[in-house]
């Protein structure tokens, strides 16, 4: 069975650094893209990026460019979503998504997110 | 970047009616057009892709129709569960692009 483990919810304070992660199981972790979505609260979907773990190919929403880092460890078959400073509008629901059939495939399989509260 | 309209915003339905939604594409994708249903609280699932195929387990219920820039997810006898959050999303050009949602909710 497909799983994609996601880490706890954190709350930080503007300015600071965090990095939350994705751990992928049931199937080959470096053969499949594995992305993440943002979801603002109370406001819809928003595809961030995603990572081809087998070679790190990575491609980001143009939006979001340069304010996270998207990356993955194939050692321990993790992707990590990264930001160097928070701020408070990063306030959202994360989820790491993977869509089984490729990049250019519908998204099949869903973490169950990661709540991030920045605040001061 | 493909810019993805759902209508209506809000859909008020009684069970075991029919609900249409609706989803338009900025531009021509194709059959890259996937459904998802979010219920509050959950991550979202998937339920149509390429159009009109249903995921594994989603019942015979929905279905989804369309090609290029209009599409169309029906959801023929709505029961209790299917009361939620609808997402169309295009997987054809990069940045894959959600709709803005549209909301099921009981009349």
């Known amino acids: 069975e497909v799983q994609l483990v996601q880490s706890g919810a954190e709350v930080k304070k503007p300015g600071e650094s965090l990095k939350i992660s994705c751990q992928g199981s049931?199937?080959?972790?470096?053969?499949?893209?594995i992305g993440w979505v943002r979801q603002m609260p109370g406001k819809g979907l928003e595809w961030m990026g995603i990572i081809y773990p087998g070679d790190s190919d990575t491609r980001y929403s143009p939006s979001l460019q340069g304010q996270v880092t998207i990356s993955a460890d194939k050692s321990i078959s993790t992707a990590y979503l990264q930001w160097s400073s928070l701020k408070a509008s990063d306030t959202a629901m994360y989820y790491c998504v993977s869509p089984k059939g490729g990049f250019g495939s519908p998204t099949d399989y869903w973490g169950q997110g990661t709540l991030v509260t920045v605040s001061s | 970047e493909i810019v993805m309209t759902q209508s209506p915003a809000t859909l008020s339905v009684s069970p075991g009616e029919r609900a249409t939604l609706s989803c338009r594409p900025s531009q021509s994708v194709s059959s890259n057009l996937a459904w998802y249903q979010q219920i509050p609280g959950q991550a979202p699932r998937l339920l149509i892709y390429?159009?009109?195929t249903r995921a594994t387990g989603i019942p015979a219920r929905f279905s989804g129709s369309g090609s290029g820039t209009e599409f169309t997810l029906t959801i023929s006898s709505l029961q209790s569960e299917d009361f939620a959050v609808y997402y169309c999303q295009q997987y054809n050009n990069w940045p894959f692009t959600f709709g803005q949602g549209t909301k099921l909710e009981i009349k």
């Open positions: 390429g159009a009109s």
């Open positions: 049931g199937y080959i972790f470096i053969s499949y893209w």
